[in-house]
């Protein structure tokens, strides 16, 4: 199976660095290489100081570059049903311009640019794709996108379709608004099968991501939070790049205290990111471009590691089955490294639970064993929230700490519900 490295970081440390780095390495090591970019400020050409275009280029033996256009895949992708929407925005009369710039789903061009690394590991074609992705937060909305789009197309949109089957003879005689056929709805099934094809691939145990960050705090922190983002809609992290260290030999007294403030943020890092492996790339008295500047960089940044190894933990959510005095019992098991009680909300709704970590959200379809059962209690423990559920007739009243845990978020998830029911309800 192909394997799929993805880079990601704040912007500024080196992350486009790191991943045409390790692509010019795998292809060095006579693997089949790919990198390419979804960032919309493409700068792979400017790395390897060579014109890229939107297929995949040969650089050198056994390496290709590609700088996909998003905006192409999007039109392709997206485009019948944002002609739909056009044309009702067109009907009660939305400027053109402003119709085109409402229509685009924000996010959209960079997820499906993802489906061109999809297509590449069909094809059979490489040993290796390098991903050089858009700085975090971008990336996180990227990553999480796919199984969001998943849960509102499950929902609104095959109910919607239902409806206007049974009610498209009379609107169409009553109303002067397009009424969306049948192709608007087999391009949003085809966008939530691509969008699943999305999820499995990076999801997969082929796949993994990076973090690139330089010894500073702020981006420090930044990729901690991201290690936790990550976790949570389970992609797999399975290392660290700590980019521009300064070197210890032959400093000066200014040079030598800037060793000493990185070498404490290290530690630092060493500790919040452990097990992970932390790969140093040490700063250059110029930024690395060209291949054999690249390679050397790599070389030096693994060290004697394979970075092209298959990450062996798993990020993936487990069910443990349990015979207790109350009966059968099940605790759901999801890694949340580096997160925090109180930025973890918990709440349930129907047969799914809600997790929320800061500003970002995940919707889990439970398995009927569970959704069968109540929420029994909760914890967070060593990086990993355990949550568990028993039988109805066996529940006991959940410790305070259980509900401290998810107070607040039942009742405000309850009313997002019924705010968006309503604002649909309307749209009928």
Request: hydrophobic share 45%.
């Amino acid at each position: 199976m192909t394997r799929v490295l993805l880079y990601t970081g704040k912007g500024g440390v080196g992350k486009t660095t790191s991943a045409a780095g390790t692509a010019t390495l795998a292809a060095l090591r006579g693997l089949r290489t790919l990198v390419l970019s979804t960032d919309a400020a493409h700068s792979l050409s400017d790395a390897f100081d060579s014109a890229v275009g939107q297929e995949p280029t040969e650089i050198d033996d056994l390496l290709f570059v590609q700088q996909i256009d998003a905006q192409r895949k999007f039109e392709r992708s997206w485009g019948d049903i944002q002609t739909y929407l056009r044309s009702v925005l067109h009907m009660i009369g939305v400027d053109p311009i402003e119709a085109e710039e409402l229509t685009v789903l924000p996010g959209a061009a960079e997820v499906l640019a993802l489906l061109e690394v999809r297509d590449h590991v069909r094809s059979g074609r490489w040993d290796v794709i390098v991903v050089d992705c858009a700085p975090t937060a971008e990336t996180l909305r990227l990553l999480g996108l796919p199984e969001a789009l998943n849960w509102y197309l499950d929902r609104i949109f095959n109910a919607e379709r239902k409806m206007m089957r049974t009610f498209r003879p009379f609107l169409s005689r009553g109303s002067s608004l397009p009424v969306p056929d049948d192709n608007v709805f087999d391009a949003l099934r085809r966008l939530q099968s691509d969008l699943s094809d999305i999820r499995t691939l990076l999801a997969g145990p082929d796949a993994s991501v990076r973090l690139v960050l330089t010894p500073e705090a702020v981006v420090v922190a930044e990729a901690r939070r991201s290690l936790t983002r990550l976790s949570l809609y389970g992609y797999r992290v399975d290392g660290v790049v700590a980019n521009r260290v300064f070197p210890a030999a032959g400093a000066d007294t200014w040079r030598r205290q800037w060793v000493a403030a990185q070498r404490g943020i290290l530690e630092e890092v060493a500790d919040s990111f452990r097990p992970l492996p932390i790969w140093e790339s040490p700063y250059r008295v110029c930024e690395p471009v060209g291949v054999e500047e690249l390679a050397a960089f790599a070389v030096e940044m693994y060290g004697g590691d394979d970075p092209f190894a298959r990450a062996t933990d798993d990020t993936s959510l487990w069910v443990d089955r349990h015979i207790d005095t109350d009966g059968r019992t099940y605790t759901l098991t999801m890694p949340l490294p580096l997160a925090s009680a109180d930025e973890l909300e918990l709440a349930r709704h129907g047969d799914e639970l809600i997790v929320t970590v800061g500003s970002y959200r995940r919707v889990l379809p439970l398995p009927a064993a569970l959704a069968r059962g109540v929420v029994a209690g909760a914890r967070l423990d060593e990086g990993r929230l355990q949550v568990r559920f028993a039988p109805k007739e066996a529940v006991r009243p959940a410790v305070p700490e259980v509900q401290e845990l998810a107070q607040g978020l039942t009742a405000e998830y309850h009313e997002q519900l019924a705010r968006r029911e309503a604002a649909i309800g309307e749209g009928r």
